[in-house]
């Protein structure tokens, strides 16, 4: 059996995806996720120009040489753009020998570790009760964790809220640039504890709460948030702080026992190596498609578990549901998971479920994963094409007197 064919599609069934499909000489093809959202195209290039030629009349069961050869053999390693595209070819090649073997992925990386994958959904507000109001429905739902975002007052734009906005796209109208956004962290830290305090009052400790910085503070300021919240008894708090200095989360560490969670912005384990082995953080966050695949992220979690780091990868609607699989198939094998992010199946979106069919289901707070061979994925090329590629950006944040900040 050898690569015979690969082909890069850009399509916007509701968000931009980029899919990468490998199809053998004998027929059998697989999937990968290639979406870096903002700089698609980008990867998309880098595929087609200087991935693909090096991959035909490759043997496609060799996914350890051929992660090496396009990780090492480049010289220029790391980066998003350049892991987006070995990530996507990594999760084609094991869609390939799952299907050939005629077996999950996961029965390929070990066997299950647990019946169903714990999952948290995303309860956002424009106010405080608009806020625990979601909260109220994600309980009602089954759901054992949620994240909590709200909006801040006096702060149009506060991330996690779109106001009578769906999407980023509906920010951007006409002309796509990014969105700008006001930020002013004393507002938030004189906020945010009272929107858990509540949440905590009304519903109790039982369910899990999970909250984002999305790294907008500096250590410190993220150690003083940590102590504010300790008393809510959160599951983690996410990306308290970047992660540029990573001496900052020793910082944050020593001021507060919240849990701490990073690595959505991560591309390899060198990002993570020294949070890890200083025991920093204890949610590795870090994603199938801009990690490198499958085959990275196994060594990523054996070694976060020497130091009982848990795996909880970004689960954001900027992945596609081949990467959601990869994700499920991962996760119910991984002795360290922790908790999936989960933004639900799309199921209100028609092109979503026209070009994308996936194994997984949800009940009971759980994500539960069916056992068709490989990833167990399918793509709709016909239904794809119809949905032409539409630039987008991400926000970009400002201090209120202009500065530029962490979005």
Not at 5 to 31: A, Q
Not at 312 to 320: C, E, N
Not at 373 to 395: C, D, I, M, Q, T
């Amino acid at each position: 059996m050898n690569i015979k064919e690969v082909k890069v599609f850009v399509s916007c069934p509701g968000r931009n995806f980029v899919t990468l499909k490998i199809i053998t000489d004998e027929g059998i093809y697989g999937l990968g996720d290639a979406t870096l959202n903002g700089r698609e195209k980008a990867v998309a290039a880098y595929l087609e120009e200087h991935v693909i030629p090096c991959l035909i009349g490759r043997d496609p069961h060799q996914i350890e040489d051929i992660w090496q050869y396009l990780y090492k053999g480049a010289y220029w390693r790391r980066g998003p753009v350049t892991m987006a595209a070995i990530a996507a070819v990594d999760m084609a090649l094991w869609d390939i020998k799952g299907k050939v073997a005629g077996l999950p992925v996961y029965q390929l990386l070990g066997g299950k570790s647990r019946a169903g994958i714990t999952a948290y959904g995303h309860a956002n507000g424009n106010t405080i009760e608009e806020t625990l109001d979601s909260l109220g429905q994600f309980i009602d739902q089954g759901y054992k964790a949620v994240r909590l975002q709200c909006a801040i007052p006096g702060l149009a734009g506060t991330y996690g809220t779109l106001g009578d906005k769906k999407d980023y796209f509906e920010l951007q109208s006409d002309r796509p640039l990014p969105p700008e956004q006001p930020w002013s962290t004393s507002k938030y830290l004189n906020f945010i504890p009272e929107l858990f305090r509540q949440a905590r009052q009304r519903y109790g400790y039982d369910i899990g709460l999970v909250h984002d910085v999305h790294s907008r503070l500096s250590p410190i300021e993220a150690a003083q948030l940590g102590k504010l919240l300790e008393p809510y008894k959160l599951m983690f708090l996410e990306d308290p702080s970047p992660a540029d200095n990573q001496e900052g989360y020793k910082t944050i560490r020593n001021h507060t026992t919240i849990p701490l969670a990073i690595g959505e912005i991560f591309n390899t384990v060198w990002d993570a190596k020294d949070l890890i082995t200083s025991q920093s953080i204890d949610y590795l966050r870090t994603s199938i498609t801009h990690g490198g695949g499958i085959t990275p992220l196994r060594r990523m979690a054996d070694f976060a578990a020497m130091y009982d780091i848990r795996m909880a990868p970004h689960g954001a609607p900027d992945l596609s549901p081949i990467c959601h699989a990869a994700h499920a198939h991962f996760n119910i094998w991984a002795p360290n998971f922790g908790v999936q992010e989960f933004i639900g199946f799309g199921n209100e979106n028609e092109k979503l479920n026209s070009v994308f069919s996936h194994p997984l289901s949800f009940k009971d707070g759980y994500i539960h994963l069916g056992d068709k061979p490989g990833l167990g994925v399918e793509f709709n090329e016909a239904e794809a094409a119809k949905y032409k590629y539409k630039r987008s950006y991400l926000p970009v944040t400002r201090l209120e007197d202009g500065t530029l900040w962490y979005w």
